[in-house]
């Protein structure tokens, strides 16, 4: 695999001292009183180590071989325009969705709108203040949708914390009205089993469908233990958002036996999660595909029938990957890049000891056709630039470039910052651009880095958990072509048909 290593510690001090952009920010309420936000949704508190990894780090940052704490660096063909710090939302950044000149920031305390009009000068016009992780955000027309996928006293934005165990509990999707970007207003709820963790969208004319993925972390989850398995499918009506309900739940790990089909997990296969439903979900409606990244499995269905998925093939990696997180599509249909969140993405994955293919994308052809299309491993790409043991880094949120003949995409790694790389070849994938930040500390391992990494209209647009909202600019022969490319909305979940549906 090459990369930009060689380079690394020459450009190291060429990083971008960051400008905050102004802010104009009003923080709404979407619900009749106030919410606090609930350090129950926080993550988990930072773990410490050892005295030798302390040290590592620090002569690690002495010695240029990573950044100091909190320095930004980059590679010479990627800038970084703005900043925008965390503001009346303090929570963990999350998702990102994107429409005409609006970002859409998902946040555990609720969600921001930033007018993106000029990216070097993002403004936030919005925050909804509406506590409950993951808030994982998408936009459809005058529809907003959030994801809820942590036990609340009720469905409101002024909703508590409260065990999962109480008969009252929460969790599921929320739908707001974005007709009036300035005021966002809440219109909707639907609870799902087991909440949702993410969800993905099948817009079409009059209605709207939502994929919400959830699964069960343990049995003490009462609506979702054993055989979970599947995916609840939500219809919204554009015209009458207030009718959104669950149409199906469709089963995609059939089996026998109280754990149903999917990965058994450990002991049968160590160190591989267990499969109890679907962390991510991309589909590709203009092919009438999708890709689900479902713990222990990956998965390939028709959704012919939206409220039908339908299981093509179905594949494991018993060697290196622990927890199939998300999923993209090549332009083209014939690849899916898979994600191994290894640790959570609480964990210091990014180094020597873990290794290049743990923690890491797995490249995957498409062979085939109709209902015989197979899923064929191809090869691994993770990032060769080192972490410290205090930063949690692993393969995360991304998106394609759109550049014709090419598959290019860049993608979140949390601490290990943003990676811009090409798979074309699928047995040798490369990195072409990065970005990064140092350490956030060198005692204890403290999350944060990017959650979410997304390419829209010319600039790269990155949600970083504790840094706030960033936009970089890419300024390579390889991708230039893609500035070409404009959209009027991006749901990274949904992929568009790039070079049908927009302007090129």
């Known amino acids: 695999m090459t990369s930009l290593r060689t380079t690394r510690v020459r450009r190291r001090r060429l990083g971008v001292a960051t400008a905050a952009a102004g802010l104009l920010a009003t923080l709404l309420t979407a619900g009749p009183a106030a919410a606090v936000p609930d350090p129950g ?4 508190t930072p773990a410490s180590v050892s005295s030798q990894q302390e040290a590592e780090a620090r002569t690690a940052i002495r010695s240029g071989e990573i950044p100091g704490v909190d320095e930004v660096v980059h590679s010479d063909n990627i800038t970084h325009v703005a900043n925008v710090p965390l503001d ?20 555990y305390d609720g969600f921001r709108i930033f007018d993106i009009s000029n990216p070097k000068a993002p403004v936030s016009v919005a925050q909804v203040l509406c506590p409950g992780s993951q808030n994982d955000v998408s936009v459809s027309g005058d529809l907003l949708f959030l994801s809820t996928d942590s036990s609340r006293s009720d ?11 109480e008969k009252s509990s929460w969790e599921g999707m929320k739908i707001f009205d974005i007709s009036d970007i300035r005021n966002p207003k809440y219109v909707a709820a639907v609870e799902t089993a087991c909440g949702s963790h993410t969800h993905t969208l099948v817009p079409e004319r009059r209605n709207v469908y939502i994929y919400v993925s959830s699964y069960s972390p343990s049995a003490a989850f009462p609506d979702c233990r054993p055989p979970h398995d599947g995916i609840s499918v939500i219809k919204v009506p554009r015209k009458a958002p207030e009718q959104a309900a669950i149409v199906n739940f469709p089963v995609l790990f059939p089996g026998e036996g109280p754990d149903g089909g999917g990965n058994p997990g450990a002991p049968t296969n160590p160190g591989v999660s267990k499969t109890t439903g679907c962390h991510d979900i991309t589909v590709l409606p203009s092919k009438d595909l999708a890709a689900g990244a479902c713990m222990g499995d990956g998965i390939l269905f028709s959704i012919e029938d939206p409220e039908h998925p339908r299981v093509i093939d179905q594949v494991q990696d018993n060697v290196n990957f622990a927890f199939w997180h998300s999923a993209t599509f090549n332009q083209k249909a014939n690849k ?3 994600t191994d969140e290894l640790g959570g993405g609480g964990a210091a ?12 994308d797995g490249i995957y052809d498409i062979v085939g056709k109709g209902d015989r299309r197979k899923l064929v491993f191809r090869s691994y790409y993770k990032i060769d630039r080192h972490q410290a043991d205090t930063e949690n880094c692993v393969a995360h949120n991304g998106s394609l470039i759109p550049v014709k003949g090419k598959d290019i995409m860049v993608q979140s ?5 943003v990676s811009v790389w090409d798979f074309t070849d699928s047995d040798n994938p ?20 990017t959650w979410s990494a997304y390419y829209y209209n010319g600039y790269i647009y990155s949600n970083d958990m504790r840094k706030g909202f960033d936009v970089l600019k890419l300024d ?6 893609a500035k070409r490319v404009r959209m009027h909305e991006l749901n990274v979940q949904t992929q568009p048909d790039y070079f049908d549906d927009f302007d090129d």
């Open 41 to 44: 949704d926080a993550p988990a």
């Open 430 to 449: 490369k990195e072409i651009a990065y970005f990064e930040r140092g350490p956030l500390a060198t005692d204890k391992l403290t999350g944060g880095g």
């Open 413 to 417: 790694w949390y601490q290990g910052g």
């Open 349 to 360: 994955t990014c180094n020597e000891k873990i290794g290049p293919h743990r923690g890491a």
């Open 336 to 338: 899916v890049i898979f």
């Open 88 to 107: 009346a939302l303090t929570g963990t950044n999350s998702d990102l969705a994107f429409q005409g000149k609006y970002a859409f920031s998902g946040n």
């Open 476 to 481: 390579d022969r390889r991708t230039d072509p």
């Open 155 to 165: 469905n409101s934005c002024r909703s508590t914390t409260q065990p999962a165990t």
